[in-house]
C-alpha cells in the first residue's frame, strides 16, 4: 500500500491508493485488543491526515463537553465529568477520515470521468479526500462539474415536482445526521407527501427494535453505562467491541473490578472480548491487559436462539432445585403476560437441538446457566451478529425470554442492551426518520406545522431497492450514507439506482454511491461533525443522542474543507425552499438561521423532549424515558412485558458448503475503509480473504494461501436456484466454528440475496449467506 499525502488544500494529485491483492500478508492473530500500539496507530493516521496542528484541536475535543460528538460509533461518554482522553482508536481514525486535509475538488472531478471512477475501489475513492462543492451529472455526460447551489436545489425540486406521485420518491438517511438535521429532512419528507425514508437501521438494529417494541413496548436498551459498571454478569453475544465499540471495552474492565463476570458469544475469538489492555492505565501500557471474558461461548453461526432457549430450559429447572431462587415470580406476577405459555414451550426445548444448533457441549450450556443463576443484576448487549439473521427477532426475543424471567429489566445493574452501530442512528429515529413512524408523532407533526403527513407505511431499505429496480421509485436521495455498497445483492442495488431518473446524494466524502447513479446525479457536499458550522454570523451547535439514550450537544470546531460546503440543516432547507416556495408554512428560512428554533420544534412533536434547548444545554445533555428502565412500565398490546414463544430455529449448513458471516475489519468504517490491517485478526495488505476453518480447508482439497471464488447459493420462493459470484478471495485458516467462514464487508455483499431477510424485521441476513468455494484456475 502507498499512500502520498498532499497537505496543502488543493486536488492537483490524487491520493495514490491501491494494494495489490495478491499482497495479502498473514500473521498470528492477537490475543488482546487496545494498549499503546492502538493509540500509536491512531495518531500517526490523524497526523498524516490532518496535519499536527489539526489533529491536536480535534482530538482534544472528541467527546468532551464542549466538543463534538464522536462520529465514530453510538457508544456513551461516561458520566461524572468526562475523560482527557475520551476516544478510541477507532475514533480517532474516523475523525481523521473526517478532518482530513485532503480534497475533492471540481479539478478532480475534470480530471476523473465518472466510468474511470467506477473502475476503481472503495478504498481509492475514500481515501481521495472531502468533497468541496456541489457537483452535475447530467444526462449522458462522462463527468461531475460544478453547480451552484440554488441551481442544484432547483434542479431536484423540478425533478420531484415532475414525479407522478410523492411515493416515486424515495429518501434515504445514513446515522451520523444530527438530531435537527434529519428532524428537519423528515419534515421535508413529510411535507412532500411520502413516508418513503429507507434507513441504515433497516440494515442494523431494526430486528432489536422489533422485538423489543413487542416485548418491552420500546425499541431502545434499557441500561446506562452505571448499569453496566454495577452489573454483576454481562453477555456480550454478536458483537465485536475491540473494534467496533472499543471505549466499551473500559466499561467491562470496570465492571470487572467491580466483580462482574462476562460471558462472550461469538463464533470468532474477537481480541477485545478476550483480552483487554486499556491504554489509559498502567497494565493496559506493559503486560499482557485483563482477560474480558470469563466464559467464550465459541457458537456456530445463528445458533443464539437455541443458546438462549436451552438456557430458558435450564434456568426452570434450576428453579425447580431451589424453588424461587432464579424465577423472579413477583416480577413475572406484576409487571409480565404470556409466562405460561413460555414456561411449557421452555421447558420442552430439546437439548439435543441446541447442542447442534450452538455447536457447545452439555457442560459449557450448563456453566453458562449456572453464572445466570447466581447473578442478581444480568445485562445482555448484542450487536449485528444476532440482528442479521432470517430468526433475528425470534433470537432477540429469546434474549428478552430468559432476562425477564430472572426480573432483569428496569432495576439497577441489569437490563436489555442493544449496541448500536451509527453515532447518531438511535437519534435519528427518535426524530422521526422511520417508514413507519406512528400516529402519534404523526399528529404532533401535523399539528406543529399545519401539514397532513401521509399515513401510509413507507418503504425501508430494502423495499425501497425493489421500487427502484422495478420503477415504482424514480428519484433517490441519501442524506449521509453509501446506499449502494452498504445494500445487500451489489448487482440488483447498483441496478436499481442506475434505473432512477435522479439520484442525489449529501456527503462528505466520495463513495461509490456516486459512481452508480441515476439519469442525472447531484453530489451535495455537507459539513461533518468536526466542522465549524456559522449560519448568519453565528456558531450553531447540533445535538445527538447515544445509544442508552442519552441527548447531548456536539459542536464543530475545525475549518470546513471550502467555503462552499453547507451544512445538512442548510441543504435541507435550501432544498425544502425550493421544493416548496417561499410561502410554505414551514418556516425552513429562520431553521437555517437559527439552530434553537430547530430544537424548539423537536420540543414541540418529539415525545421526552420538552425544553430541548435548555436541558441539552446541561453540561451531560439529558436522558430521555424509557418506561421500562424508569417505571418497569411496558407499553405494549398487553400493557405488560411480552413473554414470546416461537418454535426453535437455526443455521444448518448444507452439505458441501459453507456459512458465510460478512463482517467489519479493525480498518473500516462500514463501507469506508480506513486501510488494510484488521490487526487482531493478523491479515495486512488486502481484504479478499475469506477465514475458514482448518477442517473445512481440508475437506475442500484447498491449502491457506489458494485463490477461490464465493458463490452463494440461494433458492427463491418459487423454489430456484440462485447463484451470486465474488471473485478471488485468499483462503485464510481462522479459528471459525467448523462450517462457518467469515470474510469482510462491503467485499461480499455482491452475496447476499435481496430476499433474504429478517422475519418481519426485513433486515438483510448479513450473517447467514450459503456458499461454495471455487477454486480458481
Ligand atoms: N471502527 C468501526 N466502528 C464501528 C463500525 C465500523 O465499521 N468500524 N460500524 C458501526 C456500525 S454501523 C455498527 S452496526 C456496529 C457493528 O458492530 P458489530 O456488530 O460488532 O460488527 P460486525 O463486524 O458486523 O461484527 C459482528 C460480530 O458478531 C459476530 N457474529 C456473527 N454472527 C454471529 C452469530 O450468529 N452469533 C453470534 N453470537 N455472533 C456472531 C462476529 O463474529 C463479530 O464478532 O459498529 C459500529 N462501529
Ligand atoms: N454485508 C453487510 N452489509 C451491511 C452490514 C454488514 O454487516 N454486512 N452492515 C449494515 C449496517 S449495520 C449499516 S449501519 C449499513 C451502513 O450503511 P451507510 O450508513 O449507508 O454506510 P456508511 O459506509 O456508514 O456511509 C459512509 C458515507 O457516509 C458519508 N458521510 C459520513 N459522514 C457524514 C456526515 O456527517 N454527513 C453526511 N451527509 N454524510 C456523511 C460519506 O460520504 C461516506 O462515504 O451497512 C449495512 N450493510
Ligand atoms: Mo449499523
Redesign the pocket.
Known sequence: MRISLPWSRNSSRDVDAEYDEGAVVISERKHEAAGLKAVGVALQRDIASMGPMRTAASLLRLNQRKGFDCP??AWPEEHGGRKPAEFCE?GA??VAEEATKRVVTPEFFARHSVADLGGRSEYWLSQQGRLTHPMVLRPGEQHYQPIDWDDAFDLIATHLRSLGSPHEAAFYTS?RTSNEAAFLYQLLVRSFGTNNLPD?SNM??ESSGTALVDTIGIGKGSVTVDDLTQADLIIV?????G???PRMLSVLEKAKENGAKIIA????P?AGLLRFKDPKKVHGVVGHGVSIADEFVQ?R????MALFAGLGRLLLEADDRAPGTVVDRDFIAAHCANFAEYEAHARAVDLEAVYEATGIDAAQLQRVADMMVSSQRTIACW????TQ?RHAVATISEVVNVLLMRGMVGKPGAGLCP????SN?QGDRTMGIWEKMPESFLAALDARFGIVSPREHGFDTVDAIRAMRDGRVKAFVGMGGNFVAASPDTAVTEAALRNCALTVQVSTKLNRSHVVHGRTALILPSLGRTDRDVQNGRKQVVSVEDSMSMVHLSRGSLRPPSVEVRSEVAIVCGLARALFGPDHQVPWASFTSDYDTIRDAIAAVVPGCADYNARVRRPDGFQLPHPPRDRREFRTSTGKANFTVSPLQWVSVPQGRLIL?T??S?D???TTIYGLDDRYRGVKGGRRVVFCNRADIARFGLTAGDRVDLVSEFTDSEGRLQERRAEDFVVVEYQTPVGNA?AY?PETNPLVPLDSVADRSNTPVS??VVIRLERRS
Open positions: 465514530g460509533c477507532n481514525k474516523a446515522g441504515c442494523c438494529h453475544a454478536g458483537q465485536n467491541p473494534t467496533n465499540h458469544v461469538n463464533p470468532l474477537e457458537i453461526l445463528g445458533g443464539d450487536a449485528m451478529g444476532l439473521h449496541v448500536r452501530g451509527h442512528v458471516q463482517l467489519r479493525h473500516q468504517y462500514n467469515a464487508y450473517k447467514a
